[in-house]
């Protein structure tokens, strides 16, 4: 079955970084697009940045230039590099593919961006 495990999560000053990972299983990763999205409490979960079986990707403007999504094929493992992180980032961080056409989730990480 499909299986998405985020690591990573933490307490990170601002202006620090930090990388999450997420490990995925039951499906062929290489062929599969991945994202990172995030939910803050109260607000909805939002799309973060996702990146396609070439290896291109998006971001949405709140972290253009600060974070950086990539992919490890040979390790069916998707990253999302944190620089410059802000208060405003701290949410929970969740990894997303669609196999099938149904959405798969992982269990998420938190992140805290605090002094």
């Known amino acids: 079955q499909v299986q998405l495990v985020e690591s990573g999560g933490g307490l990170v000053q601002p202006g620090g970084s930090l990388r999450l990972s997420c490990a995925a299983s039951?499906?062929?990763?290489?062929?599969?697009?991945m994202a990172w999205y995030r939910q803050a409490p109260g607000k909805e979960r939002e799309l973060v940045a996702e990146?396609?079986?070439?290896?291109?990707?998006t971001y949405a403007d709140f972290v253009k230039g600060r974070f950086t999504i990539s992919r490890d094929n040979a390790k069916n493992t998707v990253y999302l590099q944190m620089n410059s992180p802000k208060p405003e980032d701290t949410a929970v961080y969740y990894c997303?593919?669609?196999?099938?056409?149904?959405?798969?989730w992982g269990q998420g990480t938190q992140v805290t961006v605090s002094s």
């Open positions: 997303n593919t669609h196999v099938n056409l149904l959405a798969y």
């Open positions: 039951g499906f062929i990763f290489r062929n599969n697009a």
């Open positions: 990146i396609f079986r070439d290896s291109s990707r």
